[in-house]
DNA sequence: TGTACATCAGTGAACGCGCGTTCACTGATGTAC
DNA sequence: TGTACATCAGTGAACGCGCGTTCACTGATGTAC
């Protein structure tokens, strides 16, 4: 609980009202889980009324009001909760890379991550691609997580290369081109009936190809793949 | 003008009333130039008001709904016109991959056609993405216009290959990767001060390598690359 | 060439709907003595 | 254990603002004779 102390505190102040009884802890969580529901539902942020929210969440307008500032505190809320798994996993990666396990199964464990992790709460994802378009404080923490992501993968793939100069570079446009095609499938495969639905296995199968061949063209690499 | 004339006069019967005078013909085109404006300046289309909108164009509320069935009628005449280019030169990369150009030439060319496509109106392209993440018309139409540059590449590079069984599929994940990246440029790298920002060309270069090293290591390819 | 009439096009104030937000009130929980 | 009071939390009708859309009117262009 400490290590997160100051930032959840900061998050309260400045979107959302401390809780003091559980009562309203609980107002808090039936509100979040409504609002991941509707979402995952295929609508979009703007599209969620306050009134529908608080009917899914069985709440009142003045329950949601009393807990968060406004209607835009709760989608950083939820933003902020996604990324803090993100940012787990992201160090986690890091560590992964570390190891010294060879670099194809590095890559693929990488790709398999940012596969599994678009599988989950798609309509948050997609809602939270729609705002980074437009509200810059959501694309500045969507920027600041890729970073951190990028970085950890430079640290962890720095041993299985001989020259370093390129990597960063090489290591931001495969990150690039992997969650831009998870992207391209969480808005195009989902309600659309194209028959071009890939499995996750086989997209990240494909997508391990693609970095693996990006990196051997582009970097002089230590040891087969 | 013939091979064109039934899709536009559905696309003005749908959505824009046929002008009979130059009069009218110059108010929808100042009005159409006053969108794609103000989108290149970062605005969204739920940002953008039909008071803003016509203002810009040196047009009246009214003269907009002469022209307009509604707001969302400008944007789908947008789509089509950024898109009937798009198709243009989904039939011009098909027919250079078909001239016998060696493999790397072909994927450096369609990719510099992505990239440079991508320079261009990125105002409309982003408020489109963000269209197309609710509405399926919006979202069908783009569809439709991958499936025409993959068919058409999968066609072209059929002889570069020993064995086409899986060239639909490596095409599929390239073409999304390729525009995934691109988006990602679009929404992240234009506002923020991330110093993260790849010019062009070199954009050009890594994802050509990526969809080179990805083809190399997915599929029987003919000659050397 | 001129006149009368019809159609096309432009104008912008006014309308109205949707939805986020407020607020006066009721009820629940906690605390002091 | 009971009572009085303070604070926290929930309720939902009412408000009000923003913005898309309409509509009655004026002006411009085209056509018939």
Redesign the pocket.
């Known amino acids: 609980m400490s290590p997160k102390r100051r930032s959840k505190a900061r998050v309260e102040l400045e979107w959302v009202?401390?809780?003091?009884?559980?009562?309203?802890?609980?107002?808090h969580a039936r509100i979040v889980a409504a609002a991941e529901r509707l979402l995952s539902r295929g609508r979009a942020w703007?599209?969620?009324?306050?009134?529908?929210l608080?009917a899914e969440a069985?709440?009142?307008?003045?329950?949601?009001?009393?807990?968060f500032r406004?209607?835009?505190a709760l989608l950083h809320v939820l933003q902020l909760e996604l990324y803090a798994q993100g940012a787990a996993t992201a160090v986690a990666a890091a560590e992964l890379a570390a190891s010294g396990a060879p670099l194809d199964e590095l890559v693929r464990a990488f790709v398999a991550v940012a596969v599994g992790s678009y599988r989950e709460q798609r309509g948050l994802r997609r809602a939270l691609l729609v705002e980074m378009c437009t509200n810059t404080v959501f694309r500045e923490r969507a920027i600041e997580l890729s970073k951190q992501t990028c970085a950890g993968l430079v640290a962890g793939l720095a041993a299985h290369v001989k020259a370093t100069d390129r990597l960063a570079t090489v290591i931001d446009v495969a990150h690039r081109f992997v969650y831009g095609a998870l992207d391209q499938v969480l808005l195009y495969d989902d309600q659309a009936p194209t028959g071009r639905k890939i499995a996750d296995a086989q997209l990240t199968e494909e997508l391990t190809a693609a970095c693996l061949g990006y990196l051997e063209r582009s970097l002089p690499l230590r040891g087969p793949t």
């Open positions: 009202k401390p809780a003091q009884q559980d009562r309203s802890r609980d107002t703007s599209e969620l009324t306050i009134a529908d608080v069985n709440a009142s307008v003045g329950a949601f009001y009393n807990r406004d209607k835009d």
